[in-house]
């Protein structure tokens, strides 16, 4: 095997023992309460089978995601691998879930969305105004990242959720922390606010609580998923045998 492969093995490991696993209610409470009273800059990402994916292709994305405060396991993808590895999978901490719940616990703050396009971006807006929540700054995704920064240090949000995909939010989220004059919690969310504004529906209950929600996205956007969800699914699945090879090897 290739050096740069060793190296980038090495980076995957260290990036799946840098994933916080919740256990259960009472950690997720803990969570909140936590990035509710940190006084300084916390990015918060994802970490799901397709952004394992990119990491394992792409080394700023993977560098990002190890410089991160806080990475949460997000699928049926990942759940598998860490059952395949022996570690404890805890919840599934889904953005799509958890952001929500998370910006009600920080109700109040100077909230800033950026991504996605208009009209979903003035919906999701609306709607979270309706909520009590207090939208500050709106930007589509489709920015540079330097536009993203002034505008931070412009409208002083405590708050920035990203909806631009991977890994562009992830490497801007980093870009935020740099070049924050004030702490702010900055989110890498996805389409988080495509569901806000009923861009995208949600699978049935019980497609999510089975794990399918992601079969239930692939049926209404084949085309675009088809991609990510099955080849990807292959790329995931030979690389999970890979590691799991690899960590019983020692």
Known sequence: MRENELDRTA?????????????????????????????????????????FNLAWDDEPFVKALLGSDIVLRDGIGMKALFKCLGR?????????????????????RRIALWGTQEPYL?????????????????ANGFEGLDEYVA????????????????????????????????????????AIIDFISDRFARAPLIWRRCGLEWLFRL????GRLAGRYLKGGLRFAGRAIYLTWKSRLG
């Not at 807006?125 to 500050?136: P, Q, S």
């Not at 049926?219 to 084949?222: I, R, S």
């Open 88 to 108: 404890e999978a805890g919840r599934n901490m889904n953005g799509t879930d958890f952001i929500p719940r998370l910006l009600l616990h920080l109700k109040g």
């Open 122 to 138: 003035t919906i999701a807006r609306n709607k979270l105004i309706a909520d009590g929540h207090n939208i500050v700054s709106l």
């Open 151 to 190: 505008k931070l240090l412009d409208c002083a949000a405590d708050v920035v959720v990203l909806g631009m995909g991977m890994p562009k939010q992830e490497i801007l989220a980093e870009m935020l922390r740099k070049g924050a004059k004030e702490p702010v919690i900055i989110i890498a969310g996805g």
């Open 219 to 222: 049926k209404q956007e084949p």
């Open 11 to 51: 980076q995957i490991f260290g990036l799946l023992n840098h994933v916080m696993v919740v256990a259960d209610e009472t950690q997720e409470k803990n969570l909140l309460n936590r990035v509710g009273e940190e006084e300084k800059t916390l990015t918060i990402f994802f970490l799901n089978a397709h952004a």
